[in-house]
Each structure stands twice: as C-alpha cells, then as structure tokens.
C-alpha cells in the first residue's frame, strides 16, 4: 500500500486517538485563580546573582593586576624564599579559595533550583543570564590560583561545562537540550561533589583546600 | 484585541484580560494535552500548570512568536516533563501488579485494527507522538509545530516521518484492513 493511502488512513483513524472530552474551562480557571491567590508569584532573579557578578568584576581586575604587577622571575627567586612574600603568597591562595567557596555554593544553589524547575516544567527565561553570570565567575576562577588544587579545578571545568550548557540553552522549549544538561549533572556528579565541597565550608577551605 | 494590547492589560493586572487570554487558548492547550495524556486528571493539571507558568512569565515574553505559540511552548514543555513523572510512576505500578499476578490472568482476545492503532501510537516515543499528534490529529502545521516545540521544520518532518513508519511497521498485519 503507498505512504499517501497509510497516511489517510492515518489521519481518518488517528482523530479519534484519546478524543478529548469538551474542554472544563470553568473548573480549571477556578484553580488556577487558587493557585495564583495561594502565592505563586513571578519568581525574581534571586540578589545573589547580582554579588556573583560582582565577585566576577572583582576577580577579573583582581587577576588582571596580579598578573601585570607579577614580578619578573629573578625577582620571584629572590622573594620566594622570604617570609613576607610567603605569607602574600598564601593569603592571596586563601582569598581567591574563600571566593571559590563561595562561588560555589551559589552554583550549587542555582544547579539545584534549575533542576527542580526542569522537573516540575520549564526553567524560567531568566535561567540562561544567570548561567552566563555564573560561567563568567567560573571562568575567571579556572585561571585564578585557586585551580591550582587540581580537584578543584576539576570541578570548577565540570561546572563549567554544565553551565555553558545551560547559557546555551534557548529557553522552554527543546526538552531534548534538557536531557543532556541532566545527563552531564548526573555523569560529573557535580551536584553530589557541589555539596561535599560546599558542606567543608570557609574554614576546611582556608586550611585543606576547598574539596 | 491584539496580542501586544492585550500583554499590556494583563501585566496592567486587569482580570478580565487575564480570563481573556485564557478563554483564547485554552481549548488548544487543553486538546493537546489530553491527547498526550489520555487521562482529563493529568491533561487539568498540565492545562492549569501551563497558565499558571504563562501567567507568571509574562513579563519575560518579548513577542518574537506569536502568543499561541509562546504558550503552546510552555505547554508542551508542561506535558512531556508530567508525561516523565507519570512513566516513572506507572512503571513502578506495573511491576507491583506483575508481581501479585503469579501469571493467573486469562489471556486477552487479540486487539482489532483501532485498539492496535491507539497501543501503537501510544508505544512512540514522546517526543515522536507529540509531533505526530500535533500534525495529524490535531492539524498544526510544521512550523507551528517547530516554533512550540522548539526544533527546526525539518526536525517536525523528519519525526513525523518517524513516527509514520513506526505505526506503519506495528500495524503491518492489518495491512488488507486498512487499504480497504
């Protein structure tokens, strides 16, 4: 039989695949007016976007400066063996792994509501600017001294990943795009080595690193 | 009314612009859903979960799609993720009864030619049903069809293409039924 005889027949048999009941419109509109009055509202960037791109400004002049005041490398052979440019030397790995840290527990936060989003529907419109926002942070701090714990640096490449995913990603509609922004959060296990790195908190970071 | 006016009441919070946009398309998002789902339960919950999002985001909306289609978008998204969370729970479902059934039950007399269609189209694959439901039993064109779902027309073509072949390839032993 041709393709244009199947998909008559097709066509013909198909409409009364799950034919839908007239539609409930009073009843539905009803629980939606609940629904809006119980207290869903427009969700709002949340603030700490806004100091993660203040973090990112901070990072990138902070980085910019380290490295064109950087001194020379006789001049680093001399100084590194003082006890003045050691201490310098460990405060700046300390300052850029407290903001690590506090990176990332802002991704984990934002990771974690992007899935339930994703699972409970679409991610909302302003998901992909704060995934830049995010990935702009993480960038800066890939080549900063604190990837210089190669755990870390891992993880932050993993992030990485994930987020330029989700930047990337055009918005409610291919689910599709979803699925491998799921498959590379489950892969990585970044959730999971988010939270082992988040739950060591400031102080484990300051003394062991931040994983 | 057009769209852009009618937006601009409804984030003004006038209520009967609200009710308006809802009565434009809730018979679409409604029908699409309850195809999907088979089941008026699951097809209020998407219908009701789509306005909900739709309501909230509309200040995101920027008019490059028409508003139909802008939310028909939020509704497919709404369905396949509702239609994952069903899967999942079904599944669990059917492995219990399976394991209380010891095998007791009386085999079932074989499916005529419309039960065979409905189970094969229900064995697609999502993302492949949804176009071929879209396209052929509810008449959305592919564009219509790419702009909601997010793909490319070729993308609509290709999988309605698909989704065809499958369902010619289940129904194979009812080809004398349906040349006739």
């Not at chain 1, 990332?104 to 830049?132: H, K, M």
């Not at chain 1, 080549?143 to 990943?161: G, K, N, T």
């Not at chain 1, 491998?180 to 003394?207: H, K, N, Y």
């Not at chain 2, 010891?102 to 079932?108: K, V, Y």
Request: contains cysteine.
């Amino acid at each position: 039989m041709s393709d244009d005889r199947f998909e008559q027949f097709l066509r013909r048999e198909a409409r009364g695949y799950h034919e839908p009941p007239a539609v409930p419109r009073e009843e539905m509109w009803r629980a939606i007016a609940d629904e809006r009055r119980a207290g869903r509202r427009p969700t709002r960037r949340p603030t700490w976007i806004y100091w993660g791109a203040g973090i990112a400004a901070a990072l990138v002049i902070g980085v910019g400066i380290g490295r064109y005041s950087a001194p020379g490398e006789d001049t680093v052979t001399l100084a590194a063996a003082g006890p003045a440019e050691t201490a310098r030397t460990s405060a700046t790995q300390v300052a850029f792994r407290l903001t690590a840290a506090q990176h990332l527990a802002r991704v984990e936060v934002f990771l974690i509501g992007f899935r339930t989003d994703t699972r409970s529907g679409a991610p909302g419109a302003g998901t992909a600017p704060d995934a830049r926002s995010l990935l702009a942070t993480t960038r800066v701090l890939i080549d900063s001294p604190a990837a210089e714990d190669v755990m870390l640096r891992q993880l932050l490449e993993d992030i990485e990943l994930v987020l330029s995913q989700i930047a990337s990603y055009a918005g409610g509609s291919d689910s599709t795009e979803l699925d491998f922004i799921d498959e590379s959060l489950d892969q990585r296990s970044v959730l999971f080595r988010l939270r082992t790195a988040t739950d060591a908190g400031p102080a484990g970071t300051m003394t062991q690193g931040v994983l | 009314m057009d769209d852009r006016e009618l937006i601009a009441r409804v984030r003004d919070g006038d209520p009967g612009a609200e009710r308006l946009l809802y009565d434009q398309h809730v018979d679409r998002v409604y029908r699409l859903a309850y195809r999907m789902t088979g089941d008026d339960d699951l097809a209020r919950d998407c219908t009701q979960e789509t306005f909900i999002r739709a309501f909230e985001r509309l200040d995101q909306f920027r008019g490059e799609a028409a508003l139909g289609t802008w939310i028909q978008a939020i509704a497919g998204t709404v369905v396949l993720n509702g239609l994952r969370k069903v899967k999942r729970f079904r599944t669990r479902e059917v492995e219990l009864d399976e394991s209380l059934a010891h095998g007791g039950s009386p085999r079932a007399p074989e499916p005529d030619l419309k039960e065979q269609l409905e189970r094969a189209i229900d064995d697609l694959p999502d993302k492949y049903r949804m176009v071929f439901v879209m396209h052929d039993v509810e008449g959305y064109t592919h564009e219509e069809i790419g702009s909601a779902l997010g793909m490319p027309v070729g993308t609509s073509k290709a999988q309605l293409f698909r989704a065809r072949a499958r369902l010619r390839d289940a129904l194979s032993e009812f080809a004398e039924e349906w040349a006739s």
